[in-house]
């Protein structure tokens, strides 16, 4: 009997995960692995964090018919937290999040990034 060689062919986000130097076994991450994040995206602040997840709140105005004017609106999102991402974002952040297909009863969304707040803000 011979033993013969497997070849692996890899993906092209697995060469992007290697090439960074982390491996990250994580299925419901749009980076590293298999989840697709299409639809519509929100930045808002985080306010909550738990072990792969977050909730971020973000402000929106709202036309009131009845008064001919607008309202501000807080909405919060529950959003997937991928493991890779988890020591960077922190409460207090502005975070990133895009729609996905349903993970839960709740989370609908995933982090994408964290954005900076670097804009014109003098220490």
């Known amino acids: ?11 092209e986000k ?3 995960t290697e090439a960074a130097g982390a491996v990250f076994k994580d299925r419901d991450c749009p980076i590293h692995g298999s989840l697709k994040a299409r639809g ?22 709202v036309y009131v018919r009845k008064y001919e004017r607008y309202k501000k609106s807080k909405t919060k999102i529950h959003a997937r937290l991928p493991i890779c991402m988890e020591k960077e974002i922190d409460i207090g952040d502005s975070a990133k ?27």
């Open 97 to 123: 999040v895009q729609e996905c297909r349903p993970l839960s009863k709740m989370i609908h969304f995933v982090v994408i990034g964290k954005v900076n707040k670097n804009n014109g803000e003098k220490k």
């Open 14 to 16: 697995e060469k992007k």
């Open 40 to 61: 519509r995206t929100f930045k808002g602040k985080v306010i909550k964090k738990f072990h792969k997840r977050i909730v971020i709140e973000f402000e929106r105005m």
């Open 1 to 11: 009997m011979k033993k013969e060689k497997k070849t692996e062919i890899k993906t």
